[in-house]
């Protein structure tokens, strides 16, 4: 046991090779991983060989240093990725961000007195423009929005918010509304069945006890055939008759007319549901409005006005980085004369507008730059999702090159693609491995016949 010991090799004499290797991870932290890593083996009592031990260790290292976030390929056809950072930004946010954030900034300052201002209020003056509504004003995101919503609105004599069992959902990363609404002290009143909602229904829950009807979009899948559900206008004269508000959660919105891309359904517009009488609605900022991880809550002055004020929204409040970035999306959106130039500005644009045969073109670009032995190519239409829990009936029309590699099982293909620099996330179909090019920036395209022709050749590290 002790001999086996001293076959061991010493965290200094390991960190050296991985220091040159790993430039950007700290040495306190490869130290770390290096020491854990010997310890596990002491612990087993099994000493392998040394270069047996300088792999495991070295593999331990890259697959820690992959867990930093990095810039990453997108080229798995689903354009708001909730794993792949959701929206990328506009050039003018990320510029902003630079500007603002390199030094100081007026965040909280008001430039005209000299004295304290208030955050946010431009891009909530804004943004109210953008919804037509009276107010409006930004939390961290859409579930901090509908909390602030019900919170808001729930009393002790008034604990209840009805909502249609049809909309009882459960959105990406364990968000369910039923949970939500419960741990802001709401006390659910499901009305109707799964697949149909009336009116009557809502009509007959409405009671003393009543704090809110709650409408939720029904955002990551698609119900057809025996279903009902009611309109926002409709449940709005309801609400207005028995003095209840009516709240809507959109989820993603879209300021941007969705019909316009090939392949896409209209999705509501916030100006579109304040319109037909819902008091208070929240979304997104990081999904289909292009811009960083945020959530609008939109409605009356006075509503908003009242959330505004309760002491949560203090918890809930967005920071520098984040409202920068929202008030150069936002702006652009007012700045746009028209649907067409957001195109050239919004990224989001510039990817769900791309014609079929654009990425045509680029595919086969690709595919002639990118040969390489062991490699086979193959361009094939394929269609590509908005995600996000975005517009799920609609399939955008697209472009994806199947990657064959000798020997090589396109799980094991896709790691490899992955394992790269920068990583490309491809998907696996079937058992073929794809790369969609939907969601590739063309800008990124020398980089993607790189990834390839490396995929063909080389042997990465884990
Ligand atoms: C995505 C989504 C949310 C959650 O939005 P976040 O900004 O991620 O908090 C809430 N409601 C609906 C309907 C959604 O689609």
New binding site residues.
């Given amino acids: 046991m002790r001999s086996h010991l001293r076959q061991l090799p010493s965290v200094e004499k390991v960190i050296l090779p991985l220091e040159v290797e790993f430039p950007r991870v700290p040495r306190p932290v490869l130290a770390a991983v290096i020491r854990k890593a010997l310890g596990d083996l002491r612990d087993s009592g099994q000493i392998p060989p040394l270069p047996e031990i300088l792999a495991g260790i070295r593999s331990a290292v890259h697959t820690f240093d992959q867990q930093r976030i990095q810039p990453v390929i997108n080229a798995a056809g689903v354009v708001i990725h909730t794993n792949l950072g959701r929206a990328p930004l506009a050039p003018c946010a990320l510029e902003d961000l630079q500007s603002n954030n390199s030094a100081y900034n007026s965040l909280e300052f008001d430039l005209s007195n000299g004295e304290r201002g208030s955050r946010g209020s431009y891009v909530e003056h804004n943004l109210a423009l953008l919804c037509g509504s009276d107010a409006a004003l930004v939390v961290n ?4 929005g ?1 909390f602030l919503i019900l919170h808001g609105l729930i009393t002790k004599a008034r604990p209840e918010a009805i909502i249609s069992r049809g909309e009882l959902v459960q ?1 990406g990363g364990g ?1 369910r509304i039923p949970e939500i609404l419960e741990s802001a002290g709401a006390v659910l009143r499901e009305v109707g069945t799964t697949n149909r909602t009336t009116l009557q229904d809502y009509a007959k829950a409405v009671s003393p006890k009543t704090a809110l009807i709650l409408k ?2 029904r ?2 899948f698609i119900m057809d055939g025996f279903v009902e559900s009611v309109s926002t206008r409709e449940l709005s004269s309801l609400a207005r008759k028995h003095r209840v508000p009516l709240a809507e ?4 919105e879209a300021v941007l007319n969705t019909a316009q891309f090939a392949g896409l359904e209209h999705e509501p517009t916030p100006a579109e549901v304040l319109k037909q009488g819902a008091d208070l609605i929240c979304f ?1 900022g ?2 289909l409005l292009g811009g960083p ?1 945020a ?1 609008v809550v939109a409605g009356n002055a006075r509503r908003v006005g009242t959330l505004k004020r309760n002491p949560l929204f203090r918890a809930l409040r967005c920071d520098k980085l984040v409202l920068t970035a929202l008030q150069a999306t936002v702006d652009l959106y007012l700045k746009a004369a028209s649907a067409s130039d957001l195109l050239a500005t919004l990224p989001l644009a510039r990817l769900l507008s791309a014609s079929v045969e654009g990425l045509t073109d680029r595919a086969q670009a690709i595919t002639a730059a990118a040969q390489a032995p062991d490699v086979t190519l193959q361009i094939h239409p394929a269609s590509c999702q908005v995600g ?2 975005t517009l799920p009936r609609s399939a955008l029309p697209s472009v994806a090159i199947q990657v064959q590699i000798s020997n090589l099982a396109p799980p094991k293909i896709a790691a490899r693609f992955r394992s790269g620099h920068p990583p490309v996330v491809g998907y696996v179909e079937r058992n073929r491995f794809y790369l969609d090019l939907r969601t590739v920036f063309p800008e990124q395209d020398r980089l993607l016949v790189e990834a390839i022709r490396q995929a063909g050749c080389s042997n990465p590290a884990s």
């Avoid at 995101?141 to 901090?144: G, I, Q, R, S, V």
């Avoid at 959660?249 to 993603?252: F, K, P």
């Fill in positions: 995101n859409c579930a901090a509908l959105i968000f939720v979009h955002s990551n959660d959109l989820g993603s997104s990081d999904k991880q959530g996000g829990g």
